[in-house]
């Protein structure tokens, strides 16, 4: 489970994973500019699936909690918002919603139940939202790679190894980078580029 990316906007924490998911906490009261308590939140939504999960687990601990010297311990983490109901949802929403229900066990069927939609449009929704992130994580990593050191680097024979780790991302992204910005196969291209400097 590693994070690929964080945004933070206003009480909102949105954590990119490395899996293409992603989750949101909201903080309140004086924790909601607190940096760890909001990872700290993620974290245990992740692990745990859903913020209905997160609360139940939250009230076993507490019951196994003793308080010294008569403090009581704060809450590790606010109420979890309501969730929301389908007829109020959008289709960003839905489509967030039903990939959340897919990750947590539910079938197709059962998150069409849930959200007012066939099996079908269920998949669909999950589906789509997948693409979405796996794009915004794609995009996340891009973003790290410099076009023109990467194409000076390559120029001056680096192998594609050492490039990737120039830029702390992997040799697929090096290579995927690559076509998109010439249309060519990187191990086509270093061929045919090394051969016309030796002629030279």
Do not use: Q
């Not at 924790?31 to 992740?46: G, P, Q, T």
Request: positive net charge; contains cysteine; glycine residues 8%.
């Amino acid at each position: 489970m590693e994070i690929v990316k964080v945004i933070r906007s206003g009480k909102a924490t949105i954590v990119f994973w490395s899996d293409g998911t992603k989750t949101i906490v909201k903080l309140s009261g004086e924790d909601f500019d607190n940096f760890e308590a909001a990872i700290s939140a993620a974290v245990l939504k992740k692990a745990l699936g859903s913020r209905a999960k997160v609360k139940a687990f939250l009230e076993e601990v507490r019951e196994v909690t003793t308080c010294v010297g008569g403090v009581m311990m704060p809450d590790p983490l606010p109420e979890p918002e309501p969730e929301p109901k389908p007829e109020s949802m959008g289709v960003k929403e839905k489509s967030a919603e039903a990939l959340r229900l897919y990750e947590s066990g539910k079938s197709y069927e059962e998150i069409g139940k849930t959200l007012n939609l066939t099996k079908e449009t269920a998949r669909y929704y999950a589906n789509r939202e997948r693409a979405r992130l796996r794009s915004e994580s794609e995009s996340a990593v891009n973003s790290k790679v410099d076009i023109g050191k990467m194409m000076a680097l390559l120029e001056a024979g680096w192998k594609t190894e050492d490039v990737a780790i120039e830029f702390g991302v992997t040799s697929t992204t090096i290579r995927n980078i690559f076509y998109k910005h010439t249309g060519l196969k990187l191990g086509d291209w270093r061929k045919n580029y090394f051969l016309k400097a030796s002629n030279n």
